[in-house]
Antibody, heavy 114, light 112 residues
Framework: EVQLVESGGGLVQPGGSLRLSCAASGFTLSSHWMNWVRQAPGKGLVWVSGINGDGSSIAYADSVKGRFTISRDNAKNTLYLQMNSLRAEDTAVYYC???????WGQGTLVTVSS | DVVMTQSPLSLPVTLGQPASISCRSSQGLVHSDGNTYLNWFQQRPGQSPRRLIYKVSNRDSGVPDRFSGSGSGTDFTLKISRVEAEDVGVYYCVQGTRWPWTFGQGTRVEIK
């Protein structure tokens, strides 16, 4: 059974950093595009970043470019999102998803506030 | 960026009646590989999104056959043939043909 389990969220001050992880099971991470999608409280879904199977192709939304870094460790079957220079507007539930939303994790809440 | 526009944004429906949600893209969504990467998701209250339809009209495993997707070019539709209580939630379309992937604003389906 496919499972995606996010972790690493929490409360951080503006300008701070967090690293999110997404542990995958039930499939081989290296065979799929993986993405991060976020949802601000009471708002819609917004794609944040994506990475292909071997990590050779990466894309970011303009709103996070230069601040967030997506990566993957296929040996550990884990996807990451390093988030630096965090802003209040980055507050959201962050989901990892496989392909174009074929599978979703339960999400991890990131709150940026002083 | 491709702008995805859903309508209506709120959809009150009587149980057992049909419902239809429109999703229009600002650009055509046919990829160079010939596929159209337009998916539909359901997000029930308090839950993660769940994919219902992929590549316009393909229903995911376990999705009831009362859900169907159609469309082409820039105009796409999700239909529920007979709404049930468990269908309450927000429905999103997303395009994965061009970077960045973009979602519609969401359509809230509620029971009258």
């Amino acid at each position: 059974e496919v499972q995606l389990v996010e972790s690493g969220g929490g409360l951080v001050q503006p300008g701070g950093s967090l690293r999110l992880s997404c542990a995958a099971s039930g499939f081989t991470l290296s065979s799929h595009w993986m993405n991060w999608v976020r949802q601000a409280p009471g708002k819609g879904l917004v794609w944040v970043s994506g990475i292909n199977g071997d990590g050779s192709s990466i894309a970011y939304a303009d709103s996070v470019k230069g601040r967030f870094t997506i990566s993957r460790d296929n040996a550990k079957n884990t996807l990451y999102l390093q988030m630096n220079s965090l802003r209040a507007e980055d507050t959201a539930v962050y989901y990892c998803t496989r392909d174009l939303g074929a599978w979703w994790g339960q999400g991890t809440l990131v709150t940026v506030s002083s | 960026d491709v702008v995805m526009t859903q309508s209506p944004l709120s959809l009150p429906v009587t149980l057992g009646q049909p419902a239809s949600i429109s999703c229009r893209s600002s650009q055509g969504l046919v990829h160079s590989d010939g596929n159209t990467y337009l998916n539909w998701f359901q997000q029930r209250p308090g839950q993660s999104p769940r994919r219902l339809i992929y590549k316009v009209s393909n229903r995911d495993s376990g999705v009831p056959d009362r859900f169907s997707g159609s469309g082409s070019g820039t105009d796409f539709t999700l239909k529920i043939s007979r709404v049930e209580a468990e269908d309450v939630g927000v429905y999103y379309c997303v395009q994965g043909t061009r970077w960045p992937w973009t979602f519609g604003q969401g359509t809230r389906v509620e029971i009258k």
